[in-house]
């Protein structure tokens, strides 16, 4: 069994920072990409930012210069430090790994339960 489990999150005023951190545990044989999803409410959930093992990342333009993903592949975890928060970052933040839980086993993707990010004045 594998589990993602974050923590950070929270209320902040516009313009202020926030951290998430997301832990990987169980039977993993092998992490791939990690990454950042939101869900608003009433609206789809889109990505915010991945990185791969080797630290490639991809950012959300909407998000480009404001937050930064990170990881460390020892410990299973990713990060995301968000910067010059805005209310339209508010939303569930989700968790992503694409992992193998063995050498034989298929390519999945596991999510973490969501965290909580509200930005308001």
């Known amino acids: 069994q594998v589990q993602l489990v974050e923590s950070g999150g929270g209320f902040v005023q516009p313009g202020g920072s926030l951290s998430l951190s997301c832990a990987a545990s169980?039977?993993?044989?092998?992490?791939?990409?990690m990454g950042w999803y939101r869900q608003a409410p009433g609206k789809q959930r889109e990505l915010v930012a991945t990185i791969t093992s080797g630290g490639s990342t991809n950012y959300a333009d909407s998000v480009k210069g404001r937050f930064t993903i990170s990881r460390n592949n020892a410990k299973n975890t990713v990060y995301l430090q968000m910067n010059s928060l805005k209310p339209e970052d508010t939303a569930v933040y989700y968790c992503?790994?694409?992992?193998?839980?063995?050498?034989?086993?298929?390519?999945?993707?596991?999510w973490g339960q969501g965290t909580q990010v509200t930005v308001s004045s």
């Open positions: 169980g039977s993993i044989f092998r992490i791939y990409t």
């Open positions: 992503n790994a694409q992992l193998l839980r063995t050498a034989v086993a298929a390519l999945r993707d596991y």
